[in-house]
């Protein structure tokens, strides 16, 4: 989270992570695409000598809020090999959406993964516990998948909130997107931190991060 002076901008950061190939930046291309024009900035996508970025901004317009608020989505495409690169992108996460591969074969990567990912939050000072994160199991469109009993099976088992998605095909990105916004709120509301605005402004914040996404191009 990045705040102005006095609090009077405020950016949340929504990290998309997983393993290369499981539709991170496809997630966030689709995302860009069904945003409203006028509250999206430039969707740009950086390379490094090591790695590749994705990221835009998304403006939300939330009438006599104290701050003015605004989303950053952010992932690096593929697998990065640049340990800064996943300090970049963790410092300031706010809320995590894990993406990973419904496939049968990818149950090793995905759990790699995500043991990778608690080392590198941990590395930036982030308890893994502690940081508000949603999953959602991409690819649901590819044969010899694991079934959304199994999964949804699996995601009882853990504190994270569960998505089914084909980003591909745009299926389940807004809803992953949208819960994650949910999950951050009710996140700050239990912890009572951050600005005051996510606590005072959270059921118009949750509507307009909804109202964003029903605009496709």
């Given at each position: 989270?990045?705040?102005?002076?006095?609090?009077?901008?405020?950016t949340?950061?929504?990290?998309?992570?997983?393993?290369?190939g499981?539709?991170?930046?496809?997630?966030?291309?689709?995302?860009?695409?069904?945003?409203?024009?006028?509250?999206?900035?430039?969707?740009?996508?950086?390379?490094?000598?090591?790695?590749?970025?994705?990221?835009?901004?998304?403006?939300?317009?939330?009438?006599?809020?104290?701050?003015?608020?605004?989303?950053?989505?952010?992932?690096?495409?593929?697998?990065a090999?640049?340990?800064?690169?996943?300090?970049?992108?963790?410092?300031?996460a706010?809320?995590?959406?894990?993406?990973?591969?419904?496939?049968?074969?990818?149950a090793?990567?995905?759990?790699?993964?995500?043991?990778?990912?608690?080392?590198?939050?941990?590395?930036?000072?982030?308890?893994?516990?502690?940081?508000?994160?949603?999953?959602?199991?991409?690819?649901?469109?590819?044969?010899?998948?694991?079934?959304?009993?199994?999964?949804?099976?699996?995601?009882?088992?853990?504190?994270?909130?569960?998505?089914?998605?084909?980003?591909?095909?745009?299926?389940?990105?807004?809803?992953?997107?949208?819960?994650?916004m949910?999950?951050?709120?009710t996140?700050?509301?239990?912890?009572?931190?951050?600005?005051?605005?996510?606590?005072?402004?959270?059921?118009?914040?949750?509507?307009?991060?909804?109202?964003?996404?029903?605009?496709?191009?």
């Amino acid at each position: 989270m990045r705040c102005s002076a006095n609090n009077a901008s405020v950016t949340l950061r929504f990290a998309y992570c997983g393993a290369a190939g499981v539709g991170k930046t496809s997630n966030l291309a689709g995302l860009h695409a069904r945003s409203v024009h006028t509250s999206r900035s430039h969707l740009a996508r950086l390379a490094s000598r090591s790695d590749r970025t994705a990221i835009f901004d998304l403006r939300l317009e939330i009438p006599h809020a104290p701050s003015a608020l605004s989303i950053e989505l952010c992932c690096v495409s593929g697998e990065a090999k640049d340990p800064s690169t996943h300090r970049w992108l963790l410092r300031n996460a706010d809320v995590i959406v894990f993406v990973a591969d419904s496939r049968i074969a990818a149950a090793q990567s995905n759990a790699d993964a995500f043991l990778a990912l608690k080392t590198h939050l941990r590395s930036v000072g982030m308890d893994p516990r502690q940081v508000p994160m949603v999953i959602q199991f991409n690819r649901q469109d590819e044969p010899k998948i694991r079934s959304s009993t199994e999964l949804l099976h699996l995601a009882s088992a853990g504190r994270e909130r569960v998505f089914l998605a084909s980003a591909a095909q745009g299926r389940g990105i807004v809803e992953t997107f949208v819960g994650a916004m949910d999950v951050l709120l009710t996140s700050v509301a239990n912890e009572r931190s951050g600005p005051e605005v996510l606590r005072s402004h959270a059921a118009q914040i949750r509507a307009q991060t909804a109202a964003l996404m029903t605009s496709p191009d």
